[in-house]
């Protein structure tokens, strides 16, 4: 008993400042989203669009976060501190180059990429504009993703929870001042977040790079350990590919059943979105314990983790399906003022409700995996599950629009993707062969 206390101080000591942190980035959009929301219509549709553009393309990376925490724990975890921090530097050094090939080629495709998402006249000028002048920001928000995941690895998470909250104030302050100071309108709310994004990475520099070369380590990357990176990240960024298209058919599906059922489907979506980042701050908290401990050799403690961070997840889930399943009825009233919406919400959210236990596993369990390294049997999960979910979510499109909609569509997604995930990494994590010393 007086064990599992000492792990559970261990994994909340981790998880709740990486809750904060990661709370940090929504409110970022939400700045953004509020400042230009008062300068009128298109501006604020444009800015949406754009929006979508950047954050799928930094939602794709990551993997620069998720294969640096694992890498630097595990040297952390056995006291090959200098081997840690060339880890992260080798991180730090894939996030600048992907960053700045993105970036020109955002910036290039930027008219193309509006189009494609249906952009046009007036919205997509200032989606346009949204894009290309988030490009020079795009490098600096890869290589925070890349330091973050050095701090995990170092068992710290609270740096980062300060450093995004202080960035968060400075987002505000500096688009306030271009959108209304300046009068650069979309643009310059987009200039703002990467003015921002860059003090972050300069920040996380200072701290980082003074550690390395007081552990000897020179700043210059070696492209071994920079390949290897990619080679992991590679892996995990099909995982997370996997699931964005998940996500994307079933909004599509959602789409065809008409707009009441599409928006039904936002709200539960951004409920399920928000109920994520608790077990998310689990799940970063499960890597960089299970890198550390696997690194120091203690597979004991390996076990120990893995079993008390998947109660946590079930317990959580549970107490997070009971709140969703008592709310259902009211809370489609707070995103919408039409009835039927409303209605549809309810349905939707309790069968949200109803999977939350899983979801817990789920998370959790690709949290320990991650933390193990095991990157390539993650990417091969994801794609048995999306191969398991889409006869399902064909399924659902047959239903008939409204009620029955609503409840498919959350059926498969909910419970049978989930299901399949969960099934998946169940069956890896009761093994050994992921605990690779």
Same mark, same amino acid.
């Given at each position: 008993?007086?064990?599992?206390?000492?792990?559970?101080?261990?994994?909340?000591?981790?998880?709740?400042?990486?809750?904060?942190?990661?709370?940090?980035?929504?409110?970022?959009? !939400?700045?953004?989203?509020?400042?230009? $929301?008062?300068?009128?219509?298109?501006?604020? *549709?444009?800015?949406?669009?754009?929006?979508?553009?950047?954050?799928? =393309?930094?939602?794709? !990376?990551?993997?620069?976060?998720?294969?640096?925490?694992?890498?630097?724990?595990?040297?952390?975890?056995?006291?090959?501190?200098?081997?840690?921090?060339?880890?992260?530097?080798?991180?730090?050094?894939?996030?600048?180059? &992907?960053?700045?090939?993105?970036?020109?080629?955002?910036?290039?495709?930027?008219?193309?990429?509006?189009?494609?998402?249906?952009?046009?006249?007036?919205?997509?000028?200032?989606?346009?504009?949204?894009?290309?002048?988030?490009?020079?920001?795009?490098? #600096?928000?890869?290589?925070?993703?890349?330091? /973050?995941?050095? &701090?995990?690895?170092?068992? %710290? =998470?609270?740096?980062?929870?300060?450093?995004? /909250?202080?960035?968060?104030?400075?987002?505000?302050?500096?688009?306030?001042?271009?959108?209304?100071?300046?009068?650069?309108?979309?643009?310059?709310?987009?200039?703002? =977040?990467?003015?921002?994004?860059?003090?972050?990475?300069?920040?996380?520099?200072?701290?980082?790079?003074?550690?390395?070369?007081?552990?000897?380590?020179?700043?210059?990357?070696?492209?071994? $350990?920079?390949?290897?990176?990619?080679?992991?990240? $590679?892996?995990?960024?099909?995982?997370? &590919?996997?699931?964005?298209?998940?996500?994307?058919? /079933?909004?599509?599906? #959602?789409?065809?059943?008409?707009?009441? =059922?599409?928006?039904?489907?936002?709200?539960?979506?951004?409920?399920?979105?928000?109920?994520?980042?608790?077990?998310?701050?689990?799940?970063?908290?499960?890597?960089?314990?299970?890198?550390?401990?696997?690194?120091?050799?203690?597979? #004991?403690?390996?076990?120990?983790?893995?079993?008390?961070?998947?109660?946590?997840?079930?317990?959580?889930?549970? +107490?997070?399906?009971?709140?969703?399943?008592? *709310?259902?009825? +009211?809370?489609?009233?707070?995103?919408?003022? %039409?009835?039927?919406?409303?209605?549809?919400? /309810?349905?939707?959210?309790?069968?949200?409700?109803?999977?939350?236990?899983?979801?817990?596993?789920?998370?959790?369990?690709?949290?320990?995996?991650?933390?193990?390294?095991?990157?390539?049997?993650?990417?091969?999960?994801?794609?048995?599950?999306?191969?398991?979910?889409?006869?399902?979510?064909?399924?659902?499109? +047959?239903?008939?629009?409204?009620?029955?909609?609503?409840?498919?569509?959350?059926?498969?997604?909910?419970?049978?993707?989930?299901? *399949?995930?969960?099934?998946?990494?169940?069956?890896?994590?009761?093994?050994?062969?992921?605990?690779?010393?």
């Amino acid at each position: 008993m007086t064990h599992n206390r000492g792990i559970g101080r261990k994994i909340l000591a981790l998880a709740l400042p990486a809750l904060g942190a990661l709370i940090a980035e929504p409110l970022f959009l !939400m700045a953004d989203t509020a400042i230009v $929301g008062h300068l009128g219509v298109s501006e604020l *549709a444009g800015a949406g669009l754009g929006t979508a553009v950047v954050h799928t =393309t930094v939602g794709l !990376m990551i993997f620069l976060a998720y294969s640096t925490t694992p890498a630097v724990a595990r040297h952390f975890g056995a006291k090959r501190l200098a081997d840690a921090y060339a880890s992260g530097r080798d991180g730090v050094w894939l996030a600048l180059l &992907l960053g700045a090939i993105l970036a020109v080629l955002g910036w290039i495709a930027a008219p193309w990429l509006v189009s494609l998402m249906g952009g046009h006249d007036d919205v997509a000028h200032f989606a346009i504009d949204y894009i290309r002048w988030s490009m020079p920001g795009l490098p #600096a928000m890869l290589m925070v993703l890349a330091a /973050t995941g050095v &701090l995990r690895g170092l068992q %710290d =998470t609270k740096t980062p929870l300060y450093v995004a /909250t202080v960035g968060f104030g400075v987002n505000i302050l500096l688009n306030l001042l271009f959108v209304y100071g300046l009068g650069l309108s979309v643009a310059g709310s987009a200039m703002g =977040t990467s003015i921002t994004q860059w003090g972050m990475a300069a920040v996380y520099l200072w701290m980082l790079v003074p550690r390395a070369l007081s552990h000897g380590v020179p700043l210059a990357p070696t492209w071994h $350990g920079v390949l290897g990176m990619a080679h992991v990240g $590679g892996w995990l960024m099909l995982r997370t &590919l996997s699931l964005r298209v998940g996500i994307l058919a /079933t909004v599509f599906v #959602a789409t065809v059943h008409g707009a009441a =059922t599409l928006a039904a489907h936002q709200v539960i979506f951004t409920l399920f979105t928000f109920m994520a980042f608790a077990l998310d701050a689990l799940a970063i908290a499960a890597q960089a314990l299970i890198g550390k401990e696997l690194g120091a050799g203690d597979v #004991a403690e390996v076990r120990s983790l893995t079993r008390v961070m998947t109660r946590w997840g079930v317990y959580f889930g549970v +107490f997070t399906g009971v709140v969703l399943a008592i *709310a259902a009825p +009211f809370v489609g009233g707070l995103f919408s003022g %039409d009835p039927a919406v409303q209605s549809l919400v /309810t349905l939707g959210v309790w069968v949200l409700a109803a999977s939350q236990p899983l979801c817990g596993v789920v998370f959790v369990l690709d949290g320990v995996l991650i933390g193990a390294g095991d990157a390539r049997y993650l990417a091969l999960a994801g794609l048995i599950a999306l191969a398991v979910y889409a006869p399902l979510l064909w399924l659902a499109s +047959f239903a008939t629009a409204g009620a029955q909609a609503i409840v498919a569509i959350w059926l498969a997604f909910a419970l049978g993707y989930m299901a *399949a995930r969960a099934a998946t990494l169940w069956f890896r994590a009761r093994t050994d062969s992921w605990m690779k010393i």
